[in-house]
């Protein structure tokens, strides 16, 4: 029986190292998503909220955007790696947008997490719900 199931970790170790083999030679590359904690203020980022940060780090917790209302939230003149952090509550998203208006929208962003992402190609913030 311990054999069987050293085989199988075995198998799956192996399976799980080439697909990721398999992404990094097809150059995909998705930021991952960080928990940040519990709800309330943090890093300068209010509970409800989602704040952009002007680099791939908190900044001493002094955010370039805050945003709080759901909808699209347009942003100007950002480029490079900055960190997004949806501190919203009750399974709220956050979504980057390639077109101003929250057009263009691409991946989704769970509450109470962060990611760094390239913002060059960004135009606006879209909040909602779910």
């Not at 799956?12 to 080439?18: G, N, Q, W």
């Not at 955010?63 to 919203?88: C, D």
């Not at 998203?93 to 997490?113: D, F, K, L, M, Y």
């Amino acid at each position: 029986m311990h054999q069987v199931r050293s085989t199988i970790r075995k198998t799956v170790a192996a399976v799980a190292a080439l697909a990721g083999g398999a992404l990094l030679t097809l150059g995909v590359s998705v930021p991952a998503a960080h928990a940040a904690g519990a709800a309330g203020e943090y890093q300068g980022c209010p509970s409800g909220y989602v704040c952009l940060y002007p680099n791939a780090g908190w900044n001493g917790g002094h955010p370039t955007y805050k945003w709080y209302t759901y909808g699209a939230h347009n942003i100007s003149n950002q480029f490079g790696v900055k960190r997004l952090f949806n501190n919203q509550t009750g399974g709220a998203i956050a979504r980057n947008c390639t077109g101003s208006h929250g057009t263009g929208c691409q991946g989704v962003q769970r509450a109470g997490t962060y990611a760094d992402y390239d913002y060059t190609p960004y135009n606006s913030v879209r909040l909602a719900a779910h």
